[in-house]
């Protein structure tokens, strides 16, 4: 058991796993659904908005330190009812991660390869997570520790790249939002991307400075609404109005770059940005449903079922919406309301149940 | 494109098999099978052209017909 999370993950690696995690489908579909001068200031209040529900994680996993969230929702739901929240949470864990397959396979269907097969495309990509994920939680975090601080450089780099087509007066004009409205995105922030980050919390037991994960947290979430808002000033600055009309508006004004026409189609970089960051991603996802699950189902080993779920993840990428334009309205309108019952109700009762309970009792293993 | 499916499917069986049987764990052969069998069998039937309802259209279809108002 638990062969896959042999190795302690220290707290800066948890940082840059969060961080890619975090950024993992949002550096390509801007979350809030809308691009308008104020956009920044929606991912501030989402931010913050995550951060409150991160403590709630993080109380959980101090108040059950070394348990993941299937052995948490038994020890303090009882057997039965145990077992229904843990299938509800991993229901979750696997749709998300089948979610993000279909965000890989949806960008790479439009923007680079439209003639390969679907099922090809989705088996080799999510492939490449399953075998992160075979290979154990360390690699996953190495991985990260070398992809994300070259995500935060490129996406800088293209920054830099884009002064020459940025316009100020697009920015404009600021704060002319009405207050609902900008509450309403930051609320879609919060449960996009910053409240997946309840599935860390089939990692979060594998730190090693559980005491620690508090500031980690802060400081990926602090990381990523920083990468999150320089691509979305980059991308109004050099789109303007026309920024919503695109798929992927990031990737649409990195194509304008064209220094002395010796730098040019440099959105291969966001390309691979969000390549790299959407395998952390779907690694991660599909380390806690693969952990999960056979914690669930009582299994001797973690690795019975890497390749059942990487067929299963790849199959349900493919079958969850007939395409691109729903796909990004479905994370734009019904996410946020999908994933409140994941990310706040089922946690913070949990958390609210425990506490009650006087939970784990002493003497009692946690 | 079927036998492709077969061979890929079986390839994968044959490859884990032997450690799974190594383990002596019934419950993790099981587990393991039925799971495999699952995804050969959605292979199969997307491959020879079987339209299956698509799963996150259903949710949007539920949560639109009860939040109707908010969405």
Redesign the interface.
């Known amino acids: 058991m638990a062969e896959l999370a042999q190795g302690r993950i220290s707290n800066i690696q948890l940082v840059l796993l969060l961080t890619g995690f975090l950024l993992g489908t949002s550096i390509l579909i801007l979350p809030g659904g809308d691009i308008h001068p104020d956009t920044w200031l929606a991912f501030l209040l989402g931010c913050g908005q995550g951060l409150i529900l991160a403590f709630i994680y993080l109380a959980l996993a101090r108040r059950f330190p070394g348990q993941t969230f299937v052995k948490i929702a038994e020890a303090v739901w009882g057997r039965y009812i145990g077992k229904i929240v843990s299938l509800a949470f991993l229901w979750y864990v696997f749709h998300a991660g089948a979610l993000t397959t279909t965000n890989f396979l949806d960008f790479i269907k439009v923007s680079i390869l439209p003639s390969t097969p679907a099922m090809l495309l989705v088996l080799m990509l999510v492939g490449v997570c399953a075998a992160a994920v075979w290979s154990g939680l360390e690699v996953i975090t190495r991985c990260s520790e070398v992809l994300v601080p070259l995500t935060i450089l490129f996406t800088l780099f293209l920054a830099l790249m884009l002064i020459p087509d940025f316009k100020a007066a697009n920015l404009q004009p600021v704060l002319q939002t009405p207050l609902p409205e900008l509450l309403k995105t930051s609320v879609r922030v919060a449960t996009f991307p910053f409240g997946e980050t309840v599935i860390f919390l089939m990692i979060l037991p594998f730190l090693n400075k559980q005491n620690k994960s508090l500031s980690s947290v802060v400081i990926a979430f602090a990381l990523t609404v920083f990468i999150l808002i320089t691509g979305m000033l980059r991308t109004l600055g050099v789109l303007g109005n026309v920024a919503p009309l695109y798929v992927y508006p990031l990737y649409q004004a990195t194509r304008s770059i064209d220094l002395g026409h010796i730098l040019t189609r440099l959105e291969i970089l966001t390309s691979i940005n969000f390549l790299t960051m959407g395998f952390i991603k779907a690694s991660v996802q599909l380390f806690a449903f693969v952990v999960g699950l056979s914690q669930f189902l009582g299994l001797k080993s973690d690795r019975t079922l890497v390749v059942p779920a990487w067929l299963l993840m790849s199959l349900l990428g493919l079958y969850n919406l007939p395409g691109v334009a729903e796909t990004i309205a479905f994370t734009h309108t019904v996410y946020p309301f999908y994933a409140l019952p994941f990310e706040v109700f089922i946690p913070l009762a949990t958390l609210v149940v425990a506490w009650l309970r006087k939970l784990p009792r002493e003497g009692q293993q946690p | 494109m079927v036998i492709v499916i077969t061979v890929f ?1 079986g390839m ?1 069986v044959c490859l ?1 098999l032997p ?2 049987l190594k ?1 002596g ?1 019934r ?2 052969l099981l ?2 099978l039925i ?2 069998g ?2 050969y069998i ?2 199969v039937l ?2 020879v052209g079987v339209h ?6 259903a ?2 279809r539920v ?2 017909a009860v ?1 109707g108002r ?2």
């Open positions: 499917v994968l884990q450690s799974l383990l764990s419950r993790d587990t393991y799971l495999m699952l995804a959605l292979m997307r491959t299956l309802p698509y799963v996150t259209s949710i949007v949560f639109k939040l908010f969405i």
